[in-house]
C-alpha cells in the first residue's frame, strides 16, 4: 500500500509568512509523529499524536508552531509568522499502536524542505 | 528526559571494510534501539534494531550490539559496499513513552571505492 505523504515537497516563503505542511500518515496508523532535521543535523521531535488522545506537544519549539490532525488521520503543521532559522526539512512519520511493551516502527514521509527567505 | 550521543559524525571506510557507529543512552530504562538510515535527499528507514532483552542482533552484513550495563549500542556493518554510504541515526525511547523516540546527531558514513 501506499507510505507516508507529505506536501508541498519544497517550499519557498517570505519571513514574516505563515504556512502549512502536510501529512498523510499509512492508512490504518494510531501514531503520527512531527520531527524537523536542519542541514547537517539529527531530527529533533516536535509533536505526538495517538488516537484520539491529547498530542504531545513538549518538543514545539515556540508559539509559532502548531499542529492539528484532523479525524485521526491527516495532520497539518502550522508554522506562523516564519523566521529564517525555521529552515529546514520537516518530516512526518506514523506507526501503529501496538500492545503495552511493544515498540512498533516508524515510517517516515519524504519531507517537506522549508525555506525562510 | 533520554539524552542520545552518537559518534563519530563522520566515517569513511574502504569497500569491503567494516564500519563501526556507537551510541550511548542515558535513561536505564530505556529498552529498545532502532537504527535508520537515511540516503541523501530520502526519507530514514529503519534497518535494524534491538530490545533490552538480548545482546545482539544479526541482519546480514548488519549488527546492532547492546551493553546495558554502559549504556551503550553500536551497529557494524560488514564487507560495506558503496550503497551502503548514508547517514545512519541511533534511536532511544524516552522513559515511559513508548512510542516518543530521541535521535542521535547522525553519523555519515562513506564508503569508498
Known amino acids: 500500500g501506499a507510505g507516508v505523504s507529505q506536501s508541498p515537497s519544497n517550499k519557498v516563503t517570505e519571513k514574516g509568512k505563515d504556512v502549512e505542511l502536510r501529512c498523510d500518515p499509512i492508512?490504518?496508523?494510531?501514531?503520527l509523529y512531527w520531527y524537523r532535521q536542519s542541514l547537517g543535523q539529527g531530527l529533533e521531535f516536535l509533536i505526538y499524536?495517538?488516537?484520539?488522545?491529547?498530542?504531545?506537544k513538549s518538543g514545539l519549539p515556540s508559539d509559532r508552531f502548531s499542529a492539528e490532525r484532523t479525524g485521526g488521520s491527516v495532520s497539518t503543521l502550522t508554522i506562523q509568522r516564519t523566521q529564517q532559522e525555521d529552515s529546514a526539512v520537516y518530516l512526518c512519520?506514523?506507526?501503529?499502536?501496538?500492545?503495552?511493551?511493544?515498540?512498533?516502527?516508524?515510517?517516515f514521509g519524504p519531507g517537506t524542505r522549508l525555506t525562510v527567505t | 528526559g533520554e539524552n542520545v550521543e552518537q559518534h563519530p559524525s563522520t566515517l569513511s571506510v574502504q569497500e569491503g571494510d567494516s564500519a563501526v557507529i556507537k551510541c550511548t543512552y542515558s535513561?536505564?530504562?530505556?529498552?529498545?534501539f532502532p537504527w535508520y538510515k537515511q540516503e541523501l535527499g530520502k526519507r530514514p528507514q529503519l534497518i535494524i534494531d534491538?530490545?533490552?532483552?538480548?545482546g545482539e542482533k544479526k541482519d546480514q552484513r548488519i549488527a546492532v550490539t547492546l551493553n546495558k550495563t554502559a549504556k551503550h549500542f553500536s551497529l557494524h556493518i560488514t564487507e560495506t559496499q558503496p550503497e551502503d554510504s548514508a547517514v545512519y541515526f541511533c534511536?532511544?525511547?524516552?522513559?515511559?513513552?513508548?512510542?516518543?523516540?530521541?535521535f542521535g546527531t547522525g553519523t555519515r558514513l562513506q564508503v569508498t571505492l
Open positions: 512519520a506514523s506507526s501503529f499502536r501496538m500492545s503495552p511493551g511493544t515498540i512498533p516502527e516508524q515510517y
Open positions: 492508512s490504518g496508523h494510531t501514531a
Open positions: 499524536f495517538q488516537g484520539n488522545s491529547a498530542p504531545d
Open positions: 535513561d536505564s530504562a530505556s529498552n529498545y
Open positions: 534491538i530490545r533490552s532483552n538480548v
Open positions: 534511536a532511544a525511547p524516552l522513559a515511559g513513552t513508548a512510542s516518543k523516540l530521541t
